[in-house]
C-alpha cells in the first residue's frame, strides 16, 4: 500500500511539474509581429495585452510604413533570420511567401484544433470572395485577413450640400473628375480628391491598376506580352495625370495611404479614393474632423464596373517562427468573433476589422456605427480576383497583380508612373520604359521567351 501511494504521489507530481512546466514555457514564449501601420494594426497591437492575460504568452510589435515593413520582412523570411514569429502581408506578397517557403500554409493548423475550437471559430464564416487572395493554389490557405478591403469613394456629403451636388451610387471616373473640380478650392485649404500617388507597388499601385483595369486596359494579353503600348493604357496614365495633378492634394507623389487618409479625416479634401477599411477610421476615431460627414460610393467606373480592388493585410506564420502553434493561437484570437466584439465594446463599433467576417455584418450595433457597411459589403461581395480586366488575362489580382515577381516589377513601374505625374518624364517614354519592364520581368520569370 505504501509503495503503490508513493507512485500515486509521484505521478501526481509529475502531472503537476508538467503543467507547470507548460504554463511556464507559455509565459516564457513572447511572439513578435512585424506590422504595417495602418490604425487597424496598432489597435491589435494596444489589444493584444489581452490575449497576454488570457494565455500568458507576450507579443512584441514592429510597426513601421508599408513600404519599410515589407521591406524588413522580405529581408528577414527570405533568409530565414527568425527575427518575426507573425508578418502582416498584402495580396501580392501572400502566395509569394508561402510558394517560397518563407511561411507555412495554415490548414494543418485548423485540422489540429479541436471540435469546439473549430466551432468557436466558425473559419466558414470568413468572407469565401476574398479567401482566394490570401491562398495559394498548390499550398491552400496561406493568411487570415486580418482585415480585407475593396475600394471605394468617400465624400464629403456637407461640401456637396453647400454646392447642390449629387453623385451616383456607382459614379463614372469622369463624373469624379468633373465634380473634384467644382470642390476643388485650395485657398480655402480644401482639395478637390485625395488619391495616392506615393511610388510604391502597394501604393500608388494599388489604386492606379483600378483605373487600369477600369479603363479597359491590362498588363499583359495571354501570351504573356505586355500591354502598356495600347491606347487603353495610354488613356489610363493620361487620365490619372489629370485628376491627380489638376484637383487633387500638391505634391501628390508624397501622398500614400496614410497622408490621404490624414488628409481626408481633417477635412481638407472633397472626396478620397482609396481602401474601404478607411471608413471606420473615418468614422470611428475621436480625432476625425469629418465623423458623420461622409457618403459612400462603389468603386468609380469607366469602360469595366465591378472595379473595386481586394486587398488588405493577412495575418501568415514565418517558416523560421520557434512558437507556431503560439503564433497559430494569436492569429486565430486576433481573427476572431471575440476580436471583432473586443474592438467593438473597447474602441467602437466603427472601428472593428472590416472584410474578415461576414458575420460581422449582421451586428446591429456594427450597422448602427459603421455608415459605410454596406457598401463595403457589396464592394467585397462583387470584387473579383480572379477576372480583374475586360479581357481575359494570364494573372489573377485585381489591383496587385498575384505574381511573385510583381513585388519587384511592380516597383519599377510604380516609380515610371510617379515621374509622369511630377513632370520629370513624357507619356511616350515612360510607356515605353513600363513596357521594356514588364517584358523583361515576363521572360526571366519564365513566363514566355
Known amino acids: 500500500m505504501k509503495r503503490n501511494t508513493l507512485l500515486c504521489l509521484l505521478f501526481g507530481l509529475v502531472i503537476i511539474l508538467g503543467l507547470n512546466s507548460s504554463v511556464q514555457t507559455a509565459d516564457n514564449v513572447t511572439l513578435v509581429v512585424a506590422s504595417v501601420n495602418n490604425p487597424d494594426m496598432q489597435i491589435m497591437e494596444e489589444l493584444s495585452k489581452v490575449f497576454t492575460e488570457e494565455t500568458g504568452i507576450k507579443v512584441q510589435f514592429t510597426i513601421l510604413p508599408e513600404n519599410d515593413i515589407r521591406s524588413k520582412i522580405t529581408q528577414d523570411v527570405a533568409i530565414g533570420g527568425g527575427k518575426f514569429d507573425l508578418v502582416t502581408l498584402g495580396t501580392s506578397d501572400i502566395t509569394t511567401y508561402v510558394d517560397n517557403g518563407w511561411t507555412v500554409p495554415l490548414e494543418p493548423f485548423f485540422e489540429k484544433m479541436t471540435p469546439e475550437e473549430k466551432e468557436w471559430y466558425d473559419k466558414d464564416d470568413l468572407f469565401s470572395s476574398v479567401l482566394p487572395a490570401y491562398s495559394s493554389t498548390t499550398k491552400g490557405l496561406a493568411a487570415i485577413p486580418f482585415y480585407a478591403e475593396g475600394t471605394m469613394l468617400f465624400y464629403r456629403k456637407d461640401l456637396f450640400a453647400e454646392k447642390n451636388l449629387t453623385i451616383s451610387e456607382e459614379p463614372t471616373w469622369q463624373e469624379v473628375y468633373e465634380l473634384a473640380k467644382k470642390l476643388h478650392d485650395p485657398a480655402r485649404g480644401i482639395y478637390g480628391i ?4 506615393l511610388p510604391g507597388y502597394g501604393q500608388n499601385m494599388y489604386i492606379f491598376n483600378t483605373i487600369i483595369n477600369a479603363f479597359g486596359a491590362r498588363w499583359f494579353d495571354m501570351e504573356w506580352n505586355p500591354q502598356f503600348k495600347t491606347a487603353e493604357m495610354r488613356e489610363a496614365f493620361k487620365f490619372y495625370k489629370k485628376i491627380i495633378t489638376e484637383v487633387a492634394e500638391p505634391s501628390p507623389t508624397t501622398f500614400g495611404y496614410t497622408e490621404c487618409l490624414n488628409l481626408m479625416s481633417s477635412g481638407r479634401a472633397a472626396m ?5 477599411v478607411a471608413g471606420g477610421t473615418m468614422e470611428g476615431l475621436p480625432n476625425s474632423a469629418v465623423k458623420g460627414k461622409i457618403g459612400y460610393a462603389l ?4 469602360k469595366k464596373k465591378n472595379t473595386s480592388a481586394v486587398g488588405g493585410w493577412g495575418l501568415s506564420i514565418t517558416s523560421s517562427s520557434k512558437h507556431k502553434d503560439e503564433a497559430f493561437k494569436f492569429l486565430t484570437w486576433a481573427t476572431s468573433k471575440d476580436y471583432v466584439k473586443l474592438v467593438g465594446e473597447t474602441k467602437g463599433w466603427a472601428l472593428v476589422p472590416s472584410g474578415t467576417r461576414e458575420s460581422t455584418y449582421q451586428l446591429p450595433q456594427y450597422q448602427d456605427s459603421a455608415p459605410f457597411a ?10 473579383s480576383w480572379v477576372k480583374p480586366t475586360i479581357d481575359p488575362v494570364p494573372y489573377t489580382g485585381n489591383s496587385l497583380l498575384n505574381m511573385p515577381e510583381y513585388s519587384s516589377f511592380g516597383e519599377k513601374i510604380a516609380q515610371e508612373v510617379a515621374a509622369y505625374i511630377a513632370g520629370q518624364k513624357d507619356l511616350d517614354s515612360v510607356l515605353d520604359k513600363c513596357q521594356s519592364i ?5 521572360i526571366e520569370g519564365g513566363y514566355r521567351k
Open 194 to 197: 485625395a488619391i495616392r500617388g
Open 374 to 383: 454596406v457598401m463595403t459589403y457589396r464592394t467585397l461581395k462583387n470584387a
Open 438 to 442: 514588364a517584358l523583361q520581368a515576363v
Open 299 to 302: 468603386s468609380p467606373t469607366a
Open 272 to 276: 478620397w479614393y482609396d481602401a474601404t
